[in-house]
């Protein structure tokens, strides 16, 4: 679906047919959900966050003027909302049940995966410590290399989002790239 | 490249296709495949990506979020449009509130006021629309007070009366009048006139009770007249007066006149 397409289902939307707001979510719930996902690592609060990312984006769509794709206001408004959870998380922070005093332990939270179903491939080891050290990285790189190399959005897509200059862009992916590897190299992991 | 070994920068540009030009694409490509230090650290890079791609397979939805999103987004819009009338309907309950409580406050300090007001003003509407009722029909009034009327009427018009004075509650007693007359209307009908005058105290008159048992009975034709007393229609207490004159007497003169 074309960024055109999604232009006419907005509009159905707006005027008042919110049924057409369906195939967009389908188009986009995988990338919502992933960058979500990737930033939270819980999957049932990413799902309720996605869910939340969707109905904001239905109730802020008559401030979509066309002047970007969807798909980019769309993931400014994923970003912003993650952003201000994220902040809220931080006001009432969690403690730990198995926290140690030690410098050298830290606390590591896994994706829960009580939800899903057996038969679902289970996250192997490698991609458990990808995620967390793509957790530990600085916000700045673990945004972007989430929508570079997990969502697979373009380098100007990334910059319409974030609203950073296209050069920028790149310097913090490779940085981020550069760091992450360095991490993952030292956890023996690559 | 930094003369010996190629940039981290240059090894992700390369990974993204972002290289300026093909010769040099070509050239780094050509540095890897010679360099033991920048191919491990090209093929790091190269790993990371697989992980990268591993974590975009894994991580994806289980359930098709389309239905839930439009089902919870116009749940949570009733929700609002709900919320949105709240502050009009708080402010007309806070002012109902406020208009209640003032005058019950008011009421407080001044009831005997209001409640007189109350005994005049509402007893005088239906004290009004009574009176119109009574001198529609043809009844007499005798007597008008705050909680009933007082009056008589004729049998004829008794049942029409009754009627239109509808909820309000009714008294009444029956007495026989002009002895004369009904002797003579008893004398055209064949009775004897003791005989109809006993007639109803068998009935045990007078007593209380709606005035249809006795409408039934046809006591128009006797010229009989109903002494009723209309409640007005705030009147929680209904005065029986005594009757004006004794049936027992009454029936005695009767009896005693036809002998």
Redesign the interface.
């Known amino acids: 679906m074309s960024n055109t397409e999604d232009i006419k289902n907005i509009e159905k939307v707006l005027a008042g047919d919110?049924?057409a707001?369906?195939?967009i979510?389908?188009k986009y719930?995988?990338m919502v959900?992933?960058y979500v996902?990737?930033k939270f690592n819980n999957y049932d609060e990413a799902?309720d966050i996605?869910?939340d990312i969707?109905?904001m984006a239905?109730?802020a769509l008559k401030s979509f003027r066309g002047e970007s794709k969807f798909s980019t206001w769309l993931y400014s408004i994923m970003i912003n909302y993650c952003k201000n959870y994220r902040k809220k998380q931080n006001r009432f922070s969690l403690v730990s049940m198995n926290s140690s005093k030690d410098e050298d332990e830290y606390d590591i939270q896994y994706p829960d995966e009580r939800e899903?179903?057996e038969d679902?491939?289970i996250?192997?080891d490698?991609?458990r410590i990808?995620?967390e050290e793509i957790q530990n990285l600085p916000d700045d790189y673990r945004d972007i290399?989430i929508l570079r190399?997990?969502?697979?959005l373009s380098?100007n897509d990334i910059s319409d989002t974030l609203g950073i200059n296209l050069s920028n862009v790149?310097v913090r992916?490779?940085?981020g790239?550069?760091l992450?590897?360095n991490r993952?190299?030292e956890r023996g992991?690559? | 490249m930094n003369g010996k070994h190629i940039m981290?920068?240059k090894m992700?540009?390369l990974m993204?296709n972002?290289i300026a030009t093909e010769e040099e694409k070509n050239s780094i490509l050509d540095h890897i495949q010679s360099c033991d230090q920048c191919r491990r650290e090209y093929a790091?890079?190269q790993?990371?990506?697989k992980?990268?791609a591993?974590?975009?397979k894994?991580?994806?939805?289980?359930a098709?979020?389309?239905?839930?999103?439009?089902k919870?987004?116009?749940s949570?819009k009733r929700k609002k449009s709900f919320f949105k009338i709240m502050p009009a309907v708080a402010a007309a309950v806070v002012f109902i509130l406020a208009f209640g409580l003032n005058s019950y406050w008011q009421g407080g300090r001044h009831t005997s006021r209001i409640a007189s007001s109350s005994l005049s003003v509402a007893p005088a509407n239906d004290t009004s629309k009574v009176v119109d009722i009574i001198s529609r029909n043809n009844a007499k009034i005798l007597k008008v007070t705050d909680l009933y009327i007082e009056g008589e009427v004729s049998g004829g018009s008794f049942k029409r009366l009754r009627k239109e004075l509808g909820f309000r509650r009714f008294r009444m007693h029956l007495y026989g009048e002009k002895a004369g007359l009904r002797r003579i209307l008893l004398k055209k009908s064949g009775l004897s006139p003791i005989k109809r005058i006993w007639m109803p105290k068998r009935m045990e008159i007078p007593r209380e009770q709606s005035g249809s048992g006795y409408i039934k009975n046809n006591y128009s034709a006797f010229h009989y007249r109903f002494y009723f007393e209309a409640e007005l229609s705030n009147s929680s207490v209904l005065i029986i007066k005594p009757p004006h004159t004794p049936l027992e007497l009454y029936s005695e003169d009767i009896c005693a006149s036809s002998s």
């Open positions: 919110i049924e707001f369906t195939p979510i389908k719930q995988d959900f992933r996902y990737s799902l996605t869910q969707f109905i239905i109730e899903r179903p679902e491939v996250m192997n490698s991609l990808m995620k290399l190399d997990i969502d697979g380098y790149k992916i490779h940085r790239r550069e992450l590897k993952l190299y992991l690559i | 981290f920068q992700s540009q993204d972002d790091r890079l790993e990371m990506m992980l990268f591993g974590i975009r894994n991580d994806r939805l289980r098709d979020l389309s239905g839930s999103v439009v919870e987004y116009l949570r």
